[in-house]
């Protein structure tokens, strides 16, 4: 998406209540960082707490947020929002596994009957508040929504006789949030946690079709160092009136 066309943000002209889940179980292995991914510095501040931004901010009315962590992360986490201006929030321990973390995530959210729950990694910290609002609404339309691009570069298929290219028109790059309605994302919860589960919309499409919503190129997934260099360019630039 060009920055220009997320410049204002859909309409909200419903009163379902919102949730979200911030999972954040990464380490530092292929950064080669002292730490894990989600606290490394970026423009300042960990990588975490501006990901935390995105959800509290008030144009979103998300009503609880929850952050997933490895339990041996929970002392690291509480000194950091000891140090920086971090909004309310409720942090849970996850699991071995991402699906086990968003099954804790839920736990969290137990008292709540009903609303549209969003489910982001914590290393996306530049998503714009334009696709946040456009997958919630998407969701509370269609029971589940994801964001996502088209991919740049041409893609090829493996096979045994060599490779073959694949139509990249017809092709899309999941990132998150992933946005369900609550209930739904607790029934496919309440399923067997399978070797094919990549994201949440994995676990999902077996009880319901998933809406695609136009993602940003700038939401990117802190994986590596480079990433790390491009989003502080990225935070830079939409920090800067003029591109706005």
């Not at 380490?27 to 490394?40: H, N």
């Not at 491009?230 to 920090?239: F, G, I, N, P, Y």
Request: hydrophobic share 45%; net charge neutral.
């Amino acid at each position: 998406m060009n920055p220009s066309e997320a410049s204002s943000p859909p309409p909200r002209a419903l009163a379902t209540p919102r949730y979200a889940i911030i999972v954040a179980g990464g380490s530092g292995t292929r950064m080669g960082a002292d730490r894990p991914k989600q606290f490394l510095d970026l423009a300042g501040e960990p990588v975490l707490v501006h990901t935390l931004r995105r959800f509290t901010d008030p144009e979103l009315g998300v009503q609880e947020l929850v952050v997933v962590l490895p339990a041996e992360q929970l002392a690291v986490w509480a000194a950091i929002c000891a140090q920086h201006q971090v909004g309310p929030h409720t942090v849970v321990a996850g699991g071995a596994t991402r699906w086990a973390s968003v099954r804790a995530g839920l736990a969290q959210l137990a008292r709540h009957a009903s609303g549209v729950v969003a489910v982001h990694d914590g290393v996306r910290p530049l998503t714009p508040r334009t696709v946040i609002e456009a997958t919630y609404q998407a969701a509370h339309n269609h029971g589940a929504a994801v964001a996502a691009v088209v991919p740049k570069d041409s893609v090829r298929n493996l096979s045994q006789q060599g490779s073959y290219a694949l139509n990249r028109a017809r092709l899309r790059l999941v990132q998150t949030p992933q946005c369900f309605d609550l209930d739904l994302l607790r029934r496919a919860y309440q399923l067997p946690e399978l070797s094919t589960f990549t994201d949440d919309a994995s676990v999902v499409e077996d009880l319901h079709a998933i809406t695609l919503v136009e993602g940003d190129y700038r939401n990117l997934k802190i994986t590596t160092p480079e990433d790390l260099f491009v989003a502080e360019a990225l935070l830079r630039a939409m920090r800067d009136p003029v591109n706005e």
